[in-house]
T-cell receptor, first 114, second 111 residues
């Protein structure tokens, strides 16, 4: 079974621009979560989507948004990029059944804002 | 919300020795505790997990223990090998809902 895939793997953007990242979960998984990873802050939860609905949200500004499609693929968007948005953005998928809690990560998208 | 603390932040061991990483959590309702290994340039990989109804779980050279009363859990790696060198993260979750991660432990296994 294919793992979680994220595109693009690397991205360089200029301050003020916007960016869209994509995540395809493991086949059959209905939940997709997004995380920001930086050396100083570690892994920080952005939001989680389940069946096209945002179910949980972390403490990030409204510039960070996401959505999930009917095939469970998810996108996250960051508008008006700031230098501090440079990070590894990870998505993770899970089955989210009553007996299945495991969450599996993709390889991440490395975003650099200049 | 939940708060997960992880220690130590860095750990160096000789090949063949054991490594232990410890985490504490604050929310007694948390019932799922996974451990992840992250190698350079890759996403975190789930290596072992434990649920609150179990005190210990083993998978070959890796084991995890959970003390619900004290609200702490630990990762034990025995007979360490150079390929075990990576950053390890613990996490806590309530039934697979929002995960709270520790700050990571950089493990170096010296050949």
């Amino acid at each position: 079974k294919a793992g979680v895939t994220q595109t693009p793997r690397y991205l360089i953007k200029t301050r003020g621009q916007q960016v869209t990242l994509s995540c395809s979960p493991i086949s059959g998984h209905r939940s997709v979560s997004w995380y920001q990873q930086t050396p100083g802050q570690g892994l920080q939860f952005l939001f989680e989507y389940f069946s096209e609905t945002q179910r949980n949200k972390g403490n990030f500004p409204g510039r960070f948004s996401g959505r999930q499609f009917s095939n469970s693929r998810s996108e996250m968007n960051v508008s008006t990029l700031e230098l501090g948005d440079s990070a590894l953005y990870l998505c993770a998928s899970s089955l989210q059944g009553s007996l299945s809690y495991e969450q599996y990560f993709g390889p991440g998208t490395r975003l650099t804002v200049t | 919300g939940e708060n997960v603390e992880q220690h130590p932040s860095t750990l160096s061991v000789q090949e063949g020795d054991s490594a232990v990483i410890k985490c504490t959590y604050s929310d007694s309702a948390s019932n799922y505790f996974p451990w992840y290994k992250q190698e350079l340039g890759k996403g975190p990989q789930l290596i072992i997990d434990i649920r609150s109804n179990v005190g210990e779980k083993k998978d070959q050279r890796i084991a995890v223990t959970l003390n619900k009363t004290a609200k702490h859990f630990s990762l034990h790696i025995t007979e360490t090998q150079p390929e075990d060198s990576a950053v390890y993260f613990c996490a806590a979750s309530l039934a697979g809902n929002q995960f709270y991660f520790g700050t990571g432990t950089s493990l170096t296994v010296i050949p």
